[in-house]
C-alpha cells in the first residue's frame, strides 16, 4: 500500500474519530436536556442516547487507534503489517504517542461507565464530561500548539476551540439523528419539555459558536502568520474552506434560531397534537443540511492537523 493511499486513510480515520467524537458529546448534552422531565417517551430516547454514546465512544477508539496505526507506519516507512515496533516506540519515546494513549484511556472511561447502566437518563454525567474534556485535552497535545510547550496557551486556547465545535456539532448531528425523528410521536405532556428542549439547543448552540469564533481567530491567526499565507499556503487554504464551512452553518443555525424556532415553539405549545408537525419538518429539514455542513467542517479539521503550517515543511 503506497505512502498516498495510507495518507488518505489516516485522515478518513481522523474525520470519523472527529465525529465519533463529536456524537458522544452531543448525545451527552441532549439527555441532561432532556431528563429535566421524565416520561416513559423521554425514558425511550434516553436509551437510544445512551446507546450513542456507546457507539461513539467504541468508533472513537477504533477509528484513533488506527489513525495512530498509520501515523506510525508513515513515519517509520513500513508496512502496516511491520508498524508494531514503531507504534511500541512512539508510544514509549514520543509525546505524541503519550498524549494519544491518554485520550484512549480517557475514552475508555467514557465506554465503562456507558456500559455500566442499562437505565435511563445517563447517569455518572459529570464523570463522563470530565473524561471527555480529557480526551479533548489529549488531542490538543497531538496537534500544532503542543509546538508552544505542555499546558501553554495555545493548546488550551486549541481545547476550549475543540470543545466548542464538538458541542455545536455534537448537537446538531444527535439531535437531527436521534431525538427530532422521535419528537413527531412524543405525546402531549412532553411538548413543554421539548420546547425547553429546542430552546437549549439553540442557545448552546449559539454560544459554542462565538467560543468557537474567538479561539479560532487567535489559533488561526497564530496558525498562518501573514494575509498572504492564507492564499499561498496549504495550511491556509483549507483554514479558509473551514471558515466558509462554518459561515455556511452558522448562517442555517440563525434561520433555524430566528425564522423557524420561534413558529416551532408556538406550536409546541398548542393544543392540537397535529400542530407542530410541519414546523417540525421545516426546522429538522435545515437541521440536516446544517449537519452534512458540519460534518465537512470536521473533515476540513482533520485535514489542517495533518498540514504542515506555512513556512514549515
Known amino acids: 500500500m503506497n505512502d498516498g493511499l495510507l495518507s488518505v486513510l489516516r485522515l478518513a480515520f481522523v474525520a470519523l474519530q472527529n465525529i465519533s467524537f463529536t456524537a458522544v458529546v452531543g448525545a451527552l448534552l441532549c439527555d441532561a436536556w432532556l431528563a429535566r422531565s421524565t416520561s416513559r417517551w423521554q ?60 485520550g484512549a484511556g480517557f475514552m475508555l472511561i467514557v465506554m465503562m461507565l456507558s456500559l455500566a447502566q442499562s437505565a435511563s437518563p445517563i447517569r455518572f454525567k459529570a464523570a463522563i464530561g470530565l473524561a471527555l474534556a480529557g480526551v479533548a485535552l489529549s488531542r490538543s497535545h497531538t496537534g500544532h500548539p503542543v509546538d508552544a510547550g ?42 413543554d419539555n421539548n420546547a425547553a428542549f429546542v430552546r437549549s439547543l439553540s442557545d448552546a448552540a449559539t454560544l459554542a459558536l462565538v467560543m468557537l469564533f474567538v479561539t479560532g481567530a487567535y489559533s488561526g491567526w497564530r496558525a498562518v502568520g501573514t494575509p498572504g499565507s492564507l492564499i499561498t499556503s496549504e495550511y491556509g487554504q483549507v483554514l479558509l474552506l473551514k471558515l466558509a464551512l462554518v459561515a455556511v452553518a452558522a448562517v442555517l443555525g440563525g434561520h433555524n434560531r430566528f425564522i423557524e424556532m420561534p413558529h416551532l415553539l408556538v406550536a409546541l405549545t398548542d393544543a392540537e397534537p397535529e400542530a407542530a408537525a410541519r414546523p417540525l419538518k421545516r426546522f429538522a429539514a435545515v437541521l440536516r443540511v446544517e449537519s452534512v455542513v458540519l460534518a465537512g467542517v470536521l473533515v476540513a479539521a482533520a485535514v489542517l492537523v495533518s498540514s504542515p503550517l506555512p513556512g514549515t515543511t
Open 150 to 191: 505542555l499546558l501553554s496557551l495555545p493548546v488550551w486556547v486549541d481545547w476550549m476551540h475543540l470543545l466548542a465545535i464538538s458541542i455545536w456539532v455534537g448537537l446538531v448531528l444527535v439531535t437531527t439523528c436521534v431525538v427530532l425523528p422521535r419528537m413527531f410521536n412524543a405525546p402531549g405532556p412532553d411538548r
Open 43 to 102: 425514558k425511550r430516547v434516553s436509551l437510544h442516547l445512551l446507546l450513542t454514546v456507546r457507539i461513539g465512544a467504541l468508533a472513537t477508539l477504533l477509528f484513533s487507534g488506527m489513525a495512530f496505526w498509520i501515523h506510525c507506519a508513515l513515519m517509520s516507512e513500513s508496512t502496516l503489517a511491520d508498524a508494531g515496533p514503531a507504534v511500541l516506540s512512539m508510544l514509549k519515546t514520543t509525546g505524541f504517542g503519550r498524549a494519544s494513549l491518554a
